[in-house]
């Protein structure tokens, strides 16, 4: 079934966050609703339409940037009461902009996350969790990770449940002060929105949506359990709004991503039915906020999408016909004399001074930007989006990245010569088109050279205007961390294995940590009743773990790599000499370590082999014009031509991937060289003492060219576990 909907622009206001436009329930059935945003700038703005005309009814003046702003009211009333969020600030407006609340919350952090349910107001800052009843202290929970939004729902006439989306891949929920039941995901929530029908929000229904673009349908049953039933289980862009709205034939899926789509699901009666999609569109810009309501006319349901540049539109149902035949003289006149005015102010801000005053500083962006793991290529994305044109994006990192190709990037990229040993490796630039206010880099980096990543953007409005963002690169950055429960139940080895003693406490061990691997959390994972923290990494690129425990004064780390070990053993040494902390450093290495590592890495090296054969095929029949006339091919050549858009598409994803895999196991040889007798060679000899082994890709060459004997004959080697 096919949805057609007419954007309609309503509105612009500042930069907005995630969460921060909110549609006022109307008193009577399909009345028209009111809605609420609110910005960067510390502005809380109320509008709504009167004889057809979208009207500003309450401006707040401007003050703290707003994080969020969520909708209240009494138990079993309809929540027409405004809260937002600034600082560690809560604020209350009533649905005509009369101020009513004012609470600090004594939150050291800012408020990152905020729900009200009658009386009880949650608020999460970094990784605490706060409730609050009646503006006073009811529970708290430090979960320990990073904490991205927070829903409670009511149990019984006095208790709540709160549903917390974390950022070690979970979903925990509390019940009082009594520990958390903890729901394992495979990727990171990042939005929680109760289901709802009509104005009715459900008690036991919760829509969440994922860092990896997933959706799914959490639900509770009558015991307080919860579990998860996916509703689109597949890869995309991360989710940032998301609700559930009858626009027409049934209660629709609306979704808002960070690439700007907006996509709209029929919602299926049952599990086992897939989600249709009905209607997409893409805004150029991340989608802050997006919901469905009765905004413009009361016969006509649309979707209200508010972007991070503060851009407020509709998508309605309304045919395109009677939109143009509603818009009278007046109207269009008003129109007009808006893009004057706007054309006006446009001249301004090119021939006016980028200066303010008497101050020579730049005028500082506000600037939206990430850089997420791709765990199927081992690569990094890093975004950045500005509320103007992107002029210029400057690159210059410290240690050796590559810079990949992104399909649908039309930045025009230059590479300038740098010097490593003034440590400046890379230096690139990219000159954006007009009209360009997001952009999407795909980087690579190498393990074991950690280093900073400086990134600057200029805009094409103001061109003194100019933000610099620094990016961490650390040095297993080609690892991602594992969440699970049972750490027992990860299977792996045999291990080679780490041990460090010394003066040093569980923090410093753990902000070392930090400096050496992604993801790694706010505060040491260490469970209840328990004096040791414990953490699980996977490499993206190989496969091989590492196992963290440590605690006060000793920590044990393992991995089947053995270049992982001498990698971690050298940041972390390096930590303790700065700071003049002495360790004892053991270091045990299991021989059939090697036979594992290279048994992971072998089916891909012959796969890319194989790969880079086809092409050549590829491009020799090119070469030749042999491909005009395919029934005159061979067989396999034929089958090749039919899969050569796969293929292609293939070895543009990673055209470098023989290349990554052989540098891969010559690293591992020389790694391996330095842990058993402390040998030190060069990577260039290890390439050659490597070379024929693997050219022939077989196992028992790769393994003796590692121990120099036959390794049938290898006797077993003691294994250190994880206890």
């Given at each position: 079934?096919?949805?057609?909907l007419?954007?309609?622009?309503?509105?612009?206001?500042?930069?907005?966050?995630?969460?921060?436009?909110?549609?006022?329930?109307?008193?009577?059935?399909?009345?028209?609703?009111?809605?609420?945003?609110?910005?960067?700038?510390?502005?809380?703005?109320?509008?709504?339409?009167?004889?057809?005309?979208?009207q500003?009814?309450?401006?707040?003046?401007?003050?703290?940037?707003?994080?969020?702003?969520?909708?209240?009211?009494g138990?079993?009333?309809?929540?027409?009461?405004?809260?937002?969020?600034?600082?560690?600030?809560?604020?209350?407006?009533?649905?005509?902009?009369?101020?009513?609340?004012?609470?600090?919350?004594?939150?050291?952090?800012?408020?990152?996350?905020?729900?009200?349910?009658?009386?009880?107001?949650?608020?999460?800052?970094?990784?605490?969790?706060?409730?609050?009843?009646?503006?006073?202290?009811?529970?708290?929970?430090?979960?320990?990770?990073?904490?991205?939004?927070?829903v409670?729902?009511?149990?019984?006439?006095?208790?709540?449940?709160a549903?917390?989306?974390?950022?070690?891949?979970?979903?925990?929920?509390?019940?009082?002060?009594?520990?958390?039941?903890?729901?394992r995901?495979?990727?990171?929530?990042?939005?929680?929105?109760?289901?709802?029908?009509?104005?009715?929000?459900?008690?036991?229904?919760?829509?969440m949506?994922?860092?990896?673009?997933?959706?799914?349908?959490?639900?509770?049953?009558?015991?307080?359990?919860?579990?998860?039933?996916?509703?689109?289980?597949?890869?995309?862009?991360?989710?940032?709004?998301?609700?559930?709205?009858?626009?027409?034939?049934?209660?629709?899926?609306?979704?808002?991503?960070?690439?700007?789509?907006?996509?709209?699901?029929?919602?299926?009666?049952?599990?086992?039915?897939?989600?249709?999609?009905?209607?997409?569109?893409?805004?150029?810009?991340?989608?802050?906020?997006?919901?469905?309501g009765?905004?413009?006319?009361s016969?006509?349901?649309?979707?209200?999408?508010?972007?991070?540049?503060?851009?407020?539109?509709?998508?309605?149902?309304?045919?395109?016909?009677?939109?143009?035949?509603?818009?009278?003289?007046?109207?269009?006149?008003?129109l007009?004399?808006?893009?004057?005015?706007?054309?006006?102010?446009?001249k301004?801000?090119?021939?006016?001074?980028?200066?303010?005053?008497?101050?020579?500083?730049p005028?500082?962006?506000?600037?939206?930007?990430?850089?997420?793991?791709?765990?199927?290529?081992?690569?990094?994305?890093?975004?950045?989006?500005?509320?103007?044109?992107?002029?210029?994006?400057?690159?210059?990192?410290?240690?050796?990245?590559?810079?990949?190709?992104?399909?649908?990037?039309?930045?025009?990229?230059?590479?300038?010569?740098?010097?490593?040993?003034?440590?400046?490796?890379?230096?690139?630039?990219?000159?954006?088109?007009?009209?360009?206010?997001?952009?999407?880099?795909?980087?690579?980096?190498?393990?074991?050279?950690?280093?900073?990543?400086?990134?600057?953007?200029?805009?094409?409005?103001?061109?003194?205007?100019?933000?610099?963002?620094?990016?961490?690169?650390?040095?297993?950055?080609?690892?991602?961390?594992?969440?699970v429960?049972?750490?027992?139940?990860?299977?792996?080895?045999?291990?080679?294995?780490?041990?460090?003693?010394?003066?040093?406490?569980?923090?410093?061990?753990?902000?070392?940590?930090?400096?050496?691997?992604?993801?790694v959390?706010?505060?040491?994972?260490?469970?209840?009743?328990?004096?040791?923290?414990?953490?699980i990494?996977?490499?993206?690129?190989?496969?091989?773990?590492?196992?963290?425990?440590?605690k006060?004064?000793?920590?044990?780390?393992?991995?089947?790599?053995?270049?992982?070990?001498?990698?971690?053993?050298?940041?972390?040494?390096?930590?303790?000499?700065?700071?003049?902390?002495?360790?004892?450093?053991?270091?045990?290495?299991?021989?059939?370590?090697?036979?594992?590592?290279?048994?992971?890495?072998?089916?891909?090296l012959?796969?890319?082999?194989e790969?880079?054969?086809?092409?050549?095929?590829?491009?020799?029949?090119?070469?030749?014009?042999?491909?005009?006339?395919?029934?005159?091919?061979?067989?396999?050549?034929?089958?090749?031509?039919?899969?050569?858009?796969?293929?292609?598409?293939?070895?543009?994803?990673?055209n470098?991937?023989?290349?990554?895999?052989?540098?891969?196991?010559?690293?591992?040889?020389?790694?391996?060289?330095?842990?058993?007798?402390?040998?030190?060679?060069?990577?260039?000899?290890?390439?050659?003492?490597?070379h024929?082994?693997?050219?022939?890709?077989?196992?028992?060459?790769?393994?003796?060219?590692?121990?120099?004997?036959?390794?049938?004959?290898?006797?077993?080697?003691?294994?250190?576990?994880?206890?």
């Amino acid at each position: 079934m096919t949805l057609v909907l007419t954007r309609v622009d309503y509105a612009s206001v500042g930069v907005t966050s995630r969460g921060t436009t909110r549609l006022l329930p109307s008193p009577e059935p399909k009345q028209l609703q009111r809605f609420a945003v609110a910005d960067h700038d510390g502005v809380l703005h109320i509008f709504g339409f009167k004889r057809g005309e979208l009207q500003v009814l309450f401006k707040s003046l401007p003050g703290p940037k707003i994080n969020r702003l969520v909708l209240g009211g009494g138990v079993s009333m309809p929540k027409d009461k405004i809260f937002l969020a600034h600082g560690n600030t809560v604020m209350g407006y009533t649905r005509k902009g009369k101020l009513f609340l004012e609470f600090d919350t004594s939150l050291i952090d800012p408020i990152s996350a905020l729900y009200i349910l009658g009386a009880d107001l949650a608020a999460c800052a970094r990784d605490l969790y706060h409730r609050y009843r009646d503006c006073k202290d009811a529970d708290s929970y430090l979960a320990g990770e990073k904490l991205l939004d927070v829903v409670l729902l009511p149990v019984g006439s006095m208790a709540v449940l709160a549903i917390l989306a974390c950022g070690d891949c979970a979903i925990r929920v509390l019940y009082g002060t009594k520990s958390p039941a903890v729901l394992r995901l495979p990727s990171v929530p990042t939005i929680l929105v109760p289901y709802r029908e009509g104005d009715v929000e459900s008690n036991d229904r919760i829509l969440m949506g994922t860092v990896d673009g997933k959706v799914g349908l959490l639900m509770l049953d009558s015991d307080k359990n919860i579990r998860v039933s996916w509703l689109l289980n597949k890869t995309s862009s991360e989710v940032t709004s998301l609700d559930s709205f009858e626009l027409q034939d049934g209660v629709d899926l609306i979704i808002g991503r960070q690439d700007g789509s907006v996509e709209v699901y029929t919602l299926p009666q049952d599990e086992d039915t897939a989600p249709l999609l009905r209607f997409k569109y893409n805004a150029g810009e991340s989608i802050s906020t997006l919901s469905g309501g009765i905004i413009s006319s009361s016969e006509y349901p649309e979707l209200l999408v508010t972007t991070y540049s503060g851009k407020v539109f509709g998508l309605t149902t309304k045919p395109p016909g009677l939109l143009e035949a509603g818009q009278g003289d007046l109207v269009l006149a008003k129109l007009k004399q808006e893009i004057e005015q706007l054309e006006e102010e446009l001249k301004k801000e090119y021939t006016g001074s980028p200066f303010v005053g008497e101050s020579l500083a730049p005028m500082i962006l506000s600037v939206n930007h990430s850089m997420s793991l791709n765990k199927e290529d081992a690569s990094y994305t890093f975004l950045v989006e500005l509320d103007r044109s992107i002029d210029n994006i400057l690159i210059q990192s410290d240690t050796p990245i590559e810079l990949l190709d992104v399909e649908g990037n039309n930045a025009v990229m230059s590479l300038s010569t740098c010097d490593p040993l003034e440590n400046n490796f890379v230096l690139a630039t990219y000159r954006c088109q007009d009209n360009t206010n997001r952009l999407e880099m795909r980087l690579r980096s190498i393990e074991g050279q950690p280093g900073t990543l400086q990134v600057y953007v200029t805009s094409q409005i103001q061109p003194k205007c100019c933000r610099r963002i620094l990016v961490p690169i650390c040095a297993l950055s080609l690892h991602s961390r594992l969440h699970v429960d049972d750490k027992q139940s990860v299977l792996g080895g045999p291990f080679n294995e780490l041990r460090l003693t010394g003066s040093f406490s569980i923090a410093e061990m753990h902000a070392w940590l930090a400096l050496a691997l992604p993801d790694v959390p706010e505060r040491p994972p260490i469970q209840e009743e328990e004096t040791e923290a414990s953490m699980i990494y996977v490499s993206t690129f190989i496969g091989t773990m590492l196992k963290c425990k440590y605690k006060k004064g000793s920590a044990i780390f393992l991995s089947e790599n053995i270049s992982t070990i001498i990698i971690l053993r050298d940041i972390l040494t390096k930590e303790a000499t700065k700071r003049k902390i002495k360790l004892e450093v053991y270091c045990d290495v299991a021989e059939a370590s090697i036979s594992r590592v290279i048994e992971l890495i072998l089916p891909r090296l012959k796969e890319a082999n194989e790969l880079l054969d086809k092409i050549k095929i590829l491009d020799a029949l090119d070469s030749w014009e042999m491909k005009n006339n395919p029934a005159e091919l061979c067989t396999e050549y034929q089958e090749l031509l039919k899969t050569e858009p796969d293929l292609r598409r293939q070895m543009t994803r990673d055209n470098e991937i023989l290349q990554r895999l052989h540098a891969a196991i010559t690293d591992l040889y020389v790694d391996w060289e330095r842990a058993k007798g402390s040998r030190r060679i060069s990577s260039r000899q290890a390439a050659e003492r490597l070379h024929d082994a693997l050219e022939s890709m077989d196992l028992t060459m790769l393994l003796q060219a590692f121990v120099g004997k036959d390794t049938s004959s290898t006797p077993s080697v003691s294994v250190p576990v994880l206890l």
